[in-house]
């Protein structure tokens, strides 16, 4: 194949074809056949860059809310999944017997030592009226003056 005759050109590096349109073929006698082509070569990048660039940035971003579309498919297969269980527990829970009520003031209850808050949370008496809430009810602060 000859390069001066054809607007095909084999590239020996990576035998692919390359398509180039002769924009410039009165210089072919000015620099060689092989700079020819390469000045050919960027021009023609030249010329397309700001398209090539402009396609990349476009795929680069389908690309991004493909991979987010992913990470929030396996989230919400893991958040149903983890509802699932809960809605199981629930269930177990609710085919429970109840509580007996005298059995609950027993385990609501705290040992002598220790402050009930009203939420049945147990903390030590000294921290009652100390002007610092340790219950989240606030209780341990409730009565104080």
Same mark, same amino acid.
């Given at each position: 194949?000859?390069?001066?005759?054809?607007?095909?050109?084999?590239?020996?590096?990576?035998?692919?074809?390359?398509?180039? $349109?002769?924009?410039?073929? #009165?210089?072919?006698? /000015?620099?060689? %056949?092989?700079?020819?082509?390469?000045?050919?070569?960027?021009?023609?990048?030249?010329?397309?860059?700001s398209t090539l660039l402009e396609m990349t940035n476009t795929l680069e971003a389908r690309v991004g809310r493909l991979e987010e579309d992913n990470k929030r498919?396996?989230?919400? $297969?893991?958040?149903?999944? #983890?509802?699932?269980? /809960?809605?199981? %527990?629930?269930?177990?829970?609710?085919?429970?017997?109840?509580?007996?009520?005298?059995?609950?003031?027993?385990?609501?209850?705290?040992?002598?030592?220790?402050?009930?808050?009203?939420?049945?949370?147990?903390?030590?008496?000294e921290w009652v009226c100390d002007h610092e809430i340790d219950c989240s009810d606030k209780?341990?602060?409730?009565?104080?003056?």
């Amino acid at each position: 194949m000859n390069p001066g005759n054809s607007n095909e050109r084999v590239n020996e590096s990576s035998k692919q074809i390359v398509k180039l $349109k002769h924009y410039c073929p #009165r210089y072919s006698q /000015l620099i060689g %056949e092989e700079k020819k082509y390469v000045f050919l070569e960027q021009a023609v990048l030249e010329r397309v860059r700001s398209t090539l660039l402009e396609m990349t940035n476009t795929l680069e971003a389908r690309v991004g809310r493909l991979e987010e579309d992913n990470k929030r498919t396996e989230m919400s $297969k893991a958040l149903e999944e #983890r509802l699932g269980l /809960l809605e199981k %527990e629930l269930n177990t829970v609710k085919n429970m017997n109840p509580i007996n009520p005298s059995t609950a003031m027993s385990i609501n209850s705290c040992p002598a030592n220790l402050f009930r808050c009203d939420n049945g949370l147990c903390i030590p008496r000294e921290w009652v009226c100390d002007h610092e809430i340790d219950c989240s009810d606030k209780s341990d602060e409730k009565c104080c003056k």
